[in-house]
């Protein structure tokens, strides 16, 4: 399980979140764009599959959160909390369509990582208040990972991140020209899916989005 000694914060850990898709991959596999991904300078993995069988869907969470491991940060499924738990991933991310905050926290205890993603300032508060760890909050830009996610606005992102106290990625749309927006807003990092995994070379696409990362939010 991944301790907060492992790097500063769990807060220094939304800095680069990448969100996986295997649509981009070819005949890459996933276990080597993740870890070329962190070798490039993620620092949070989520493990995000909406139609695979169970059973591999569960093989990848092990392969991913054994390199995770390997290099000392977070790894957590998307949405399934027995995936999770059989997986001996660090935690889960869950939607406000699944499995609740506190019942997600309730089966994994008191030190698995369990992130929310909203949309609103009531969301936020109530997720934080559930025992979300921290929240992922977007879509920011219009995507189409998830051409149906609320859209949420720079001000209405602002005013998220200074109603709670735990750390906030934002998601959706963001890439090497978007996380710039990002500045002052309040937000700890940007999670990314296609910026890292449609890419060539995920290892150099992770080390450039790193870069504007580090530029956007410290």
Same mark, same amino acid.
């Given at each position: 399980m991944w301790k907060s000694s492992n790097m500063h914060s769990l807060k220094d850990?939304?800095?680069?979140?990448?969100?996986?898709?295997?649509?981009?991959?070819?005949?890459?596999?996933l276990a080597s764009c993740v870890r070329d991904a962190i070798e490039g300078g993620a620092t949070f993995v989520q493990l995000r599959e909406k139609v695979a069988p169970r059973d591999?869907?569960?093989?990848?969470?092990?392969k991913l959160g054994a390199i995770?491991?390997?290099?000392?940060?977070?790894?957590?499924?998307?949405?399934?909390?027995?995936?999770?738990?059989?997986?001996?991933?660090?935690?889960?991310?869950?939607g406000q369509d699944d499995m609740a905050?506190?019942?997600?926290?309730?089966?994994?205890?008191?030190?698995? /990582?369990? =992130?929310?993603? $909203?949309? @609103?300032?009531? &969301?936020?508060?109530?997720?934080? %208040? +559930?025992g979300a760890d921290y929240l992922g909050v977007g879509a920011l830009i219009p995507t189409p990972t998830k051409p149906d996610a609320v859209d949420v606005t720079f001000e209405e992102l602002r005013a998220i991140c200074d109603a709670v106290y735990i750390p906030?990625?934002? /998601?959706? =749309?963001?890439? $090497?020209? @978007?996380?710039? &927006?990002?500045?002052?807003?309040? %937000? +700890?990092g940007a999670a990314v899916?296609?910026?890292?995994?449609?890419?060539?070379?995920?290892?150099?696409?992770?080390?450039e989005l790193r870069s504007i990362c580090e530029a956007t939010f410290r």
């Open positions: 850990a939304m800095l680069l979140y990448a969100v996986t898709d295997r649509a981009w991959l070819g005949a890459r596999t591999e869907i569960l093989g990848l969470a092990r995770c491991r390997e290099s000392g940060i977070p790894f957590v499924v998307d949405d399934d909390v027995d995936i999770a738990m059989e997986s001996g991933a660090d935690g889960v991310h869950v905050c506190v019942e997600a926290r309730r089966r994994l205890g008191s030190s698995a /990582i369990v =992130g929310v993603s $909203v949309q @609103t300032v009531e &969301q936020a508060l109530r997720a934080q %208040a +559930d906030v990625v934002g /998601i959706g =749309g963001l890439n $090497v020209r @978007t996380i710039g &927006q990002l500045k002052g807003s309040g %937000a +700890d899916v296609s910026a890292i995994f449609a890419a060539q070379d995920c290892r150099a696409a992770a080390r």
